[in-house]
């Protein structure tokens, strides 16, 4: 079936500091994959962060950049330099192009930066 | 802050009690899904709708739940007979299109079933 697999919390990095949250994915039902990054920020429900919908694009928002690879079928999220308002709990999940379909969900990496 | 609004935030069953919760979606969509995450942060896709129809459901949604979405009122889900193993979050999202993937959830319902 449709899968991912990401990395799992806890993510503790110091402000200014660099960050990966890797995201691989399996798509065995899905002709044309659509990636995303949600994001749960304390107190908050979940929304979107950012979202690719074709092959070797780059989605960016709030300074996070995640590039869709289809040749090693990952979705990995970066930031150069985080701030202490980062901290949230971070999904990637997969789509299917188009149809407004269900999401299959990574299981969160939760992120604390550090003063 | 989410414009999803689900209801309760928390729950308490027993076991065999019906458990019921509701989602208002966000104004002007008409597409909404329920998800179950569970302890693991396991999400499970449950049932779709748009406006009043259901699009997609699982098995388990067809046996043990009901889920409706009439007009001018709350979507909802109910369990019908709780069971231990459903104590999870149960998350409501909605959608502006049935092509756009973009999903707005609510707070969700944490249900707990003794």
């Known amino acids: 079936g449709d899968s991912v697999t990401q990395t799992e919390g806890p993510v503790t990095v110091s402000e200014s500091e660099s960050l990966i949250i890797n995201c691989t994915y399996s798509?065995?039902?899905?002709?044309?994959?659509?990636l995303f990054w949600y994001v749960r920020y304390p107190g908050e429900g979940l929304q979107l962060l950012l979202k690719?919908?074709?092959?070797?694009q780059k989605g960016s928002s709030r300074g996070f950049e995640a590039t869709y690879n289809k040749e090693t079928t990952s979705f990995h999220l970066q930031k150069a330099s985080v701030q202490e308002s980062d901290s949230a709990v971070y999904y990637c999940?997969?789509?299917?192009?188009?149809?407004?379909?269900?999401?299959?969900f990574g299981k969160g990496a939760k992120l604390t930066v550090s003063p | 802050n989410s414009k999803v609004i689900q209801t309760p935030r928390y729950l308490v069953k027993g076991q065999g009690q019906k458990a019921k919760m509701r989602c208002i979606p966000e104004?002007?969509?008409?597409?909404v899904f329920w998800y179950q995450q569970n302890k693991n942060n396991e999400f499970k896709f449950l049932i779709n709708?748009?406006?009043?129809?259901?699009?997609?459901q699982i098995d388990m949604t067809e046996k043990r739940f009901s889920a409706e979405c009439p007009s001018n009122s709350p979507c909802s889900l109910e369990i019908q007979s709780s069971e231990a193993g459903d104590s999870a979050l149960y998350l409501c999202?909605?959608?502006?299109?049935?092509?756009?993937?973009?999903?707005?959830f609510g707070h969700g319902t944490k249900l707990s079933v003794l």
């Open positions: 104004k002007g969509h008409p597409v």
């Open positions: 999940a997969l789509g299917q192009q188009g149809t407004g379909s269900k999401l299959s």
């Open positions: 999202a909605s959608s502006r299109t049935i092509s756009n993937e973009r999903l707005f």
């Open positions: 798509a065995t039902s899905i002709a044309y994959p659509n």
């Open positions: 690719v919908i074709t092959a070797g």
């Open positions: 709708f748009q406006n009043q129809e259901v699009l997609q």
